[in-house]
């Protein structure tokens, strides 16, 4: 059974920095690629990042220059650094993968307010 588990986030003012970790099991995350969503209140989830089975990413023009995401295939964890971060950030961010989706996680809310 394949089950993401994301953390890591948390209440941060404007500009401050974040990492997000999304750990698997049930599943090789370096066989995927892996990406990083994230719904608002009211909105669609949408994704922001993404990193291919070579290591190659993508990101949204909304957050590229400030998210940086990465893998650890020896812990098979799948992070999202999060760096200057805005009000328009605030979501709760999921990971998943792209192509192929598995069953959602949780997620894990980050709240962007001074």
């Known amino acids: 059974q394949v089950q993401l588990v994301e953390s890591g986030g948390g209440l941060m003012q404007p500009g401050g920095s974040l990492r997000l970790s999304c750990a698997a099991s049930?599943?090789?995350?370096?066989?995927?690629?892996m990406g990083w969503y994230r719904q608002a209140p009211g909105q669609q989830r949408e994704l922001v990042a993404s990193?291919?089975?070579?290591?190659?990413?993508n990101y949204a023009e909304s957050v590229k220059g400030r998210f940086t995401i990465s893998r650890d295939d020896a812990k098979n964890t799948v992070y999202l650094q999060m760096n200057s971060l805005k009000p328009e950030d605030t979501a709760v961010y999921y990971c998943?993968?792209?192509?192929?989706?598995?069953?959602w996680g949780r997620g894990t809310q980050v709240t962007i307010s001074s």
């Open positions: 990193i291919t089975r070579g290591g190659s990413t």
């Open positions: 049930g599943i090789i995350l370096r066989f995927y690629t």
């Open positions: 998943n993968g792209v192509q192929t989706l598995q069953p």
